[in-house]
């Protein structure tokens, strides 16, 4: 299927791409509602999100082992920043419990597969960084519109738009995948 | 020199949007409601009373409806099947949902949640299935306790598999007081946490900071000598 994708018009491909991964987010939201399938839901989500990103060339997702301590440092920066307004309001502070850690990190690779990866580079193709960041941005924050209260998307958009940020400053999907990890593994 | 300013600007205005709400970013593991707390522990910041919650269950031909019975906040939920009642005589069933306005913790057990009493005006004859909530402040419990009295004794009632994050699920077969919470002589269950903890995050970040100076100063440098040479090298070219 992504074969085929990679066969056609940037503007379809960004359309089916976007329309894709708002699909599996809005069903991994709904399914994970539903008793004892939390878990199953974020991984399979995770997965599903990922697989997107399947026959796209690692150097157009920003992939890649070229500076890599850069690459590392930068992840772990994100994740500071990140995790900074929570870390400053101690009163906020949950504790994810251990079971489900494998689930935060499936999800957060498969979310930046798709948006910073995949959706990014269709967008990018399409019209260049601006319509890239801007609307892997827009998608982001209406794929989480199920799963937050409305006074949060605010927050989520402007995490978007940071790890969009970043992948266009830095040609890089390394950090964001390692800050978003990180920010979820804590949160 | 104009990305590295942008991505600033993109960060701060991250910081500035996440500090309006709490706990910031987050990809919804948690619930993002605060809980509201009858006794609210130390780091819990501002906070809201627990409220109470009532229904009115139909019987029809001596058989109680289906039904769910839950507090205002939505932090204990009781789930009654078709039957559950001993409805003889009855047209209706009211049940209430009252948050306890004290916290006493019995020997034994840590509470994680406030205490729910949950009445009903006629007897329960088949077992319901009880949901309750807990905060992200707190370890996650081990069992849900039942209590005929608030004074006790206190009896676990085991929790079924987890269904949603940051709730328990226990099968009630009477009516009385509901809490969760774990055996205070063990360890908080749910250990190794990931994360979370009011003074772990802080320490996280700090060492993220940290270690973003300390590494990326002489990584700098070296990309600083990398460019020199590159462009001396251009030069003897």
């Known amino acids: 299927m992504n074969l085929v994708l990679q066969r056609t018009h940037p503007a379809v491909r960004a359309t089916l791409v976007g329309a894709y991964v708002l699909c599996v987010e809005w069903a991994r939201v709904s399914i994970q509602a539903q008793p004892g399938l939390a878990i199953a839901a974020l991984v399979i989500g995770g997965v599903a999100l990922g697989a997107v990103a399947l026959g796209t060339p690692a150097d157009r997702l920003g992939l890649g082992t070229s500076r890599i301590a850069f690459r590392l440092l930068g992840g772990l920066a994100l994740g500071a920043v990140l995790l900074l307004p929570a870390a400053a309001r101690s009163s906020a502070v949950p504790i994810l419990p251990a079971g489900l850690a494998v689930a935060a990190i499936a999800v957060s690779i498969g979310e930046e597969l798709a948006f910073r990866g995949a959706l990014y580079a269709a967008l990018d193709e399409l019209g260049g960084a601006p319509l890239a960041i801007g609307g892997s941005t827009v998608v982001w924050t209406a794929a989480h519109a199920l799963s937050h209260p409305p006074a949060f998307l605010g927050a989520v958009a402007a995490a978007g738009l940071l790890l969009a940020l970043w992948r266009w400053a830095c040609r890089d999907l390394v950090a964001p995948i390692i800050g978003h990890v990180i920010a979820d593994l804590a949160l | ?237």
Request: glycine share 10%.
């Open chain 2, 1 to 237: 020199m104009r990305r590295l300013a942008l991505l600033a600007a993109a960060a701060t205005t991250y910081v500035l949007a996440a500090w309006m709400v709490a706990p910031g970013f987050y990809d919804g593991f948690g619930p993002p409601q605060p809980y509201n707390w009858t006794c609210p522990p130390a780091q819990a910041g501002a906070n809201t009373k627990p409220g109470p919650g009532h229904v009115d269950i139909k019987v029809v031909g001596g058989i109680s409806d289906a039904a769910s019975a839950y507090d205002r906040d939505g932090q204990i939920v009781i789930g009654f099947l078709p039957g559950a009642f001993d409805a003889t005589g009855k047209t209706v069933v009211s049940v209430d949902v009252t948050p306890l306005p004290t916290c006493p913790q019995p020997p034994g057990i840590q509470f994680v949640t406030n205490i729910y009493q949950i009445t009903a005006s006629a007897p329960l004859v088949k077992s319901s299935d009880l949901v309750l909530r807990y905060s992200t402040l707190e370890p996650a419990p081990s069992d849900i306790y039942f209590a005929s009295d608030p004074a006790g004794p206190w009896k676990g009632l085991g929790i079924a598999q987890q269904s949603q994050p940051f709730t328990v699920v226990a099968s009630a077969k009477q009516l009385g007081y509901f809490a969760a919470g774990y055996p205070s002589a063990s360890p908080p269950p749910g250990t190794p946490t990931v994360g979370g903890g009011s003074q772990t995050l802080p320490i996280i970040v700090a060492v993220l900071i940290v270690l973003v100076v300390l590494a990326g100063i002489p990584l700098a440098i070296l990309r600083r000598r990398q460019s020199r040479g590159d462009v001396e090298e251009d030069g003897d070219v």
